[in-house]
């Protein structure tokens, strides 16, 4: 059975930090990745990582937010920095056992349950 679990969220005040983790279990996995979605909008691809640990970010993120591998098997990370209070929602880690870059971070076939991110101004 696959389980996709993150870690990490909390509360900040704006250009602060905050660093999510996800382990993936149950198969072997492609790509990984992260969307977030705040209450009342859309959910909003943040990024993924291949297993050759090739990361690409949103525009909307870059040069705040990386995307890395961990040495353990399907751990993925995502390290925010430069927090801003429209940063805040929930955050939800994917994998997908096939991937490509065809495939869209919030189509990947397994996602966790979410972490909240939630940054004061």
């Known amino acids: 059975q696959v389980k996709v679990e993150e870690s990490g969220g909390g509360s900040v005040q704006a250009g602060g930090s905050l660093r999510l983790s996800c382990i993936a279990s149950?198969?072997?996995?492609?790509?990984m990745g992260w969307f977030r979605q705040a209450p009342g909008k859309e959910r909003e691809g943040i990024g993924t990582i291949d297993s050759t640990g090739l990361a690409i970010v949103a525009d909307s993120v870059k040069g705040r937010f990386t995307i890395s591998k961990g040495d353990a098997k399907n751990t993925v990370y995502l390290q925010m920095n430069s927090l801003k209070p429209e940063d805040s929602g929930m955050y939800y880690c994917a994998a997908d056992p096939y991937g490509g870059d065809w495939l869209d971070v919030l189509e990947f076939a397994f996602r966790g349950r979410g972490t909240q991110v939630t940054v004061s101004s």
């Open positions: 149950g198969d072997t996995f492609a790509d």
